[in-house]
Structures are given as structure tokens and as C-alpha cells.
């Protein structure tokens, strides 16, 4: 059998759906090429010197890795010249980086992690990159992008999508019509549609959060996972199993994959930063995926893709997978 490749594949949604903008098309397909270049980055580990850490540090206060830095450099170069972009922004840069010479129609907004999971860089463990495609505000247009063009709802998104960079590379990509997942042909370098609807079983009894923090949760946090490892005897009455990779990345795509509930709430340290992860480039784009495919997505008590937020780099609790489970979490932070 034939399968499509990522190009027929959008040209399938552009011209027989109405699903994505000719413009949308190749900005996809420019960011799919990137990872490919961050895909085989990867691969070389040691041999292509892309281990290890640099002297800097990211607006967010954390130690660089090289591929931090060398998978940003590839995304933005890629879109710089080949994208119908006017702005982007990256969890490792302070501010948005306008394009210049803007296309007289680059109306989008690119917003990327480059590389997820930078803790797993050196240990050889899956990690990725994750994206999201905003559209300008209409009254950008002839003027200089701003900040604040960025500041709008996860439930506006165009597309998200992310790569995982593990046995096997492959891009998990939503336009709106559903979640789709690609494997990336090495031999051939093009990305082969491989899961056509990607859908999250509703049910599930495995669970994944970072034990370790525990002390920290807040209590609907902590009434869910002791019910949870109560077990059969417990209140839910089913024994769970856990995960942790600690790569947001890869813990998604096993929840898109069998289902599961992943969970880096926020919690009640001193730091003021509503969680860990970011809303920008991590919770919206794999919350629009995760409900594209039958699960939900929220911050504790409410949609994630709801928020509107506030800058380009805030945190947020995440809490998002198995549509059932997700929900009875929800109901534990109502009742509190
Ligand atoms: O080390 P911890 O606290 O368990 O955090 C793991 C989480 O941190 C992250 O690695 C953060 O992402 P970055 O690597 O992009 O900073 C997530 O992918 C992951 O879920
Ligand atoms: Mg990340
Ligand atoms: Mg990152």
C-alpha cells in the first residue's frame, strides 16, 4: 500500500477540506522540515558534538544545552526565508523575533519549544519539539508585530503540532480536523503518514506526574493520586500503573498512543510561576492536540485552551489526557 507522504497530506486538507491556507501549508511543511534537520542532529549525539551544556542561560533562568540553542537557530532560520510568517517566538528567546522583509501576506504567528526534554538530552532518552501557529490580528497588518499580538487564547490556534525524536522520529500534527501522526523515512527523508486518526481511549489507569514533588501539590492533586494508588480496594477501584520520562513530548505521544493522564500541576511553592511548564509553547499546542483527539486538557479547574494570557512565557498546572479521568481530576479541584 501507498501511504502519503506530509505533502500530500496537507494539499489533501488545503484543497479537498478547506482546512488549512496555501499559506498555513507551508509553514507547516517548512517547520516539518526543520525537525527533520533537529531529527538528525539528534541522531548524531556525541559524534556530531550537539552533547552538553553551554556557559548561557534562557529568559527562563535555566542552563542551556547546545541542542537548545542549535534546534532554536534551525527553527528560525528555516522560517526566516521560507515561511509566510510575520512573527515568531520561542521558549529560548526573551522577545518575538519579527521576520524581516515580511511577506506582504505573512499574517502568521510561528510560537515553538525547540527542544523538550533537555534534561534526557545526554541520557539518550526521547525528546522533541513542539509548535503552534497563530494567526496576526487583523489590524497587524502594515504594521510591526508586537508582544501583545501574541497574547491570544489556545482555542485560536491554526495548527500545533509536535516531533518526538525517539526510536523512531515522527511528527503528530492537528489543522483542526483531527490528529494525524507521520514517521519520519530516513532513507527517503520525507515524513509517511503513519496513524491516520489518532484518538485518546476515554478510560485509562495509568498515570503520569513527578513523584518528587508531591510535598508540594495541592490538595485535589494529592486526593487524586492516593485514590490512584489505592488501587482495586481504593475509591476507583482499579489498580494504576505510572510513568514518568520526563519529556513532555514523549509522555504525550504515549498518551496519544494508549491513553493515560499527564499532570505538572501547579502547586503551592514560593516561586509564583503557576506550574512549570509554558502556556505559550508547551500547554496550548498539546492541549488543542490532546482534545482533537477525544481527551481534555485543563489547568485544574478549568480548559486550558480557554486561558487568555497574560506574556509570552507564563506557566500554568497541566493536566491533560484520557477524557474521563481528566474530568474526575477537574471534579476533585471543584469540590475542594
Ligand atoms: O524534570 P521534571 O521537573 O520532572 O520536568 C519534566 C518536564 O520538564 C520539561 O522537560 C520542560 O521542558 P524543556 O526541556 O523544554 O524545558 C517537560 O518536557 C517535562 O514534562
Ligand atoms: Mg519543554
Ligand atoms: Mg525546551
Known amino acids: 500500500m501507498k501511504r502519503k507522504t506530509l505533502t500530500q497530506y496537507l494539499v489533501e486538507q488545503q484543497r479537498l477540506k478547506g482546512a488549512v491556507s496555501a499559506e498555513v501549508r507551508l509553514l507547516i511543511e517548512t517547520v516539518a522540515r526543520a525537525c527533520k534537520a533537529i531529527s538528525h542532529a539528534v541522531g548524531k549525539g556525541a559524534l556530531g558534538g550537539v552533547l552538553g551544556s553551554l556557559e548561557s542561560e534562557n529568559v527562563q533562568g535555566e542552563v542551556q544545552k547546545k541542542l537548545d540553542v542549535m534546534s532554536n537557530e534551525i527553527l528560525l532560520e528555516a522560517n526566516e526565508w521560507g515561511g509566510h510568517l510575520a512573527a515568531m517566538a520561542s521558549e529560548e528567546m526573551e522577545t518575538i523575533h519579527r521576520i524581516p522583509h515580511r511577506y506582504p501576506k505573512g499574517e502568521y504567528l510561528l510560537l515553538f519549544d525547540p527542544l523538550d526534554g533537555s534534561s534526557n538530552i545526554d541520557v539518550n532518552v526521547s525528546i522533541g519539539t513542539i509548535f503552534s501557529v497563530l494567526q496576526a490580528p487583523a489590524d497587524a497588518a ?8 501574541f497574547l491570544q487564547p489556545g482555542s485560536r490556534q491554526v495548527a500545533a503540532g509536535y516531533a518526538v525524536y525517539g526510536p523512531q522520529s515522527m511528527l503528530v500534527l492537528t489543522v483542526g480536523t483531527g490528529v494525524v501522526g507521520f514517521t519520519l523515512d530516513r532513507e527517503m527523508g520525507s ?32 486526593r487524586y493520586i492516593d485514590d490512584c494508588l489505592a488501587g482495586k480496594t481504593g475509591p476507583l477501584a482499579k489498580d494504576y500503573n505510572m510513568r514518568w520520562i520526563a519529556s513532555m513530548v514523549a509522555d504525550v505521544h504515549r498518551i496519544m498512543t494508549r491513553g493515560g493522564i499527564f499532570m505538572y500541576p501547579r502547586d503551592a511553592r514560593a516561586s509564583g510561576k503557576k506550574g512549570k511548564l509554558r502556556l505559550m509553547y508547551e500547554a496550548n499546542p498539546m492541549s488543542f492536540l490532546v482534545e482533537q483527539a477525544g481527551g481534555a486538557a485543563i489547568d485544574g479547574d478549568k480548559r486550558i485552551l480557554d486561558v487568555t494570557p497574560d506574556g509570552l512565557h507564563q506557566r500554568i498546572g497541566v493536566i491533560l489526557g484520557s477524557k474521563n479521568e481528566v474530568e474526575r481530576v477537574q471534579r476533585y479541584h471543584l469540590e475542594d
Open 142 to 149: 502594515g504594521r510591526d508585530i508586537e508582544e501583545k499580538d
Open 191 to 222: 515524513w509517511v503518514l503513519t496513524s491516520e486518526n489518532m484518538q485518546i481511549p476515554e478510560e485509562t489507569a495509568e498515570f503520569a506526574i513527578n513523584m518528587s514533588n508531591m510535598r508540594h501539590w495541592e490538595s485535589p492533586v494529592k
